[in-house]
């Protein structure tokens, strides 16, 4: 990381010291993922000690990036979709100032299925191409190389658990590279006057306020996991409501079906695992499956709001 520092010609980061050498055990956090509580502890310490209002961490192998930011003398960390919202911004002010292409629909932006809307709708508006992939930047990765050869421009790619990739100088999620863009992001922003709670606000006004709740289920029977899916399943008639809420789509990945494409085939690969995936009359979306390494079923929730609110409320 410093020496990256050094190569984008970045100020120094002030390091936590007492997580800097390789500690096997991971001593000072009660699990090695930035992603969980308590994980920054140690980085609050520093920040606050210093009086720095920006806190990047890498997990152990660097290839992921949590960011937190101190907003009204309360830290809070970005999720991925959050910090994804900030870095396709930036991403996208920044290719408009440097690439002649005017012509937005060259350029294209990905996103594991199971992540925010928020790109698909920012595509919309702005005109580039969006695909979602299955998750994992195996699949990212080979879409982004593929649509390259077919002549459009890879900008930006992730996935909600705080992966990141920016730009096609490789194709797979990098959190030491990702750590000095987002770096150069929040510079500009706070020479602005800006905090990315802010500028986040302001997206959130431009193309949407969304609101995710993505988490998992432990299970110690394999027999309640596949019963439930049986259940959803509903001997491949797929249910028309789930509660009082009408149900728009259903897209089984597992079984390669999507009820809104005309020939109902899904267009992502097929899978081994359980993937299905609803979109509702409301607007929001939900996708549940297993974990593919632990006994968790996960799951990803997401309501969309149009309407302008105050970032940070229930909405």
């Known amino acids: 990381m410093q020496k990256a520092f050094k190569a984008f010609s970045l100020k120094p980061f002030i390091p936590v010291t007492s997580q800097f050498n390789p500690d096997p055990e991971f001593s000072t956090v009660s699990f090695p993922n930035p992603e969980e509580n308590g994980s920054l ?3 609050i310490k520093v920040a606050d000690k210093n009086n720095t209002a920006l806190i990047l961490a890498n997990d152990p192998d660097a290839d992921r990036l949590q960011v937190a930011e101190k907003n009204k003398g309360k830290w809070i960390k970005f999720t991925g979709n959050e910090i994804a919202a900030l870095l396709s911004d930036f991403v996208w002010e920044n290719h408009e100032k440097i690439n002649t292409d005017k012509n937005p629909n060259n350029f294209i932006m990905l996103a594991s299925t199971v992540s925010s809307k928020y790109l698909s709708v920012m595509a919309k508006k702005e005109g580039f191409m969006f695909e979602d992939t299955l998750t994992g930047f195996k699949w990212m990765g080979n879409v982004a190389s593929q649509r390259e050869k077919q002549g459009k421009t890879f900008l930006f790619a992730y996935e909600v ?17 990702t750590a000095c863009i987002f770096t150069e992001l929040a510079n500009r922003l706070y ?13 959130y006004k431009k193309y949407g306020y969304f609101e995710m709740e993505n988490s998992y289920f432990f299970y110690n029977d394999k027999k309640n996991l596949d019963d439930l899916f049986t ?8 249910h028309e409501k789930m509660f009082n809420y009408k149900i728009t789509r259903v897209r089984d990945v597992k079984r390669g079906y999507d009820s809104i494409d005309i020939d109902k085939v899904c267009n992502l690969p097929r899978c081994d695992n359980e993937m299905i995936s609803f979109s509702f009359e409301n607007g929001a979306f939900a996708t549940i499956r297993p974990s593919g390494t632990e006994p968790k079923l996960k799951y990803y929730f997401e309501c969309i709001d149009f309407h302008e609110k105050e970032l940070g409320k229930n909405y």
């Open 191 to 203: 020479d602005e006057g800006k905090t990315c709670h802010e500028r986040l606000n302001e997206l």
């Open 41 to 43: 502890s140690e980085s």
């Open 161 to 177: 658990e705080i992966g990141f990739l920016v730009g096609n100088l490789n194709y797979d999620k990098d959190g030491i590279r």
């Open 231 to 238: 259940e959803i399943l509903n001997n491949g008639k797929y």
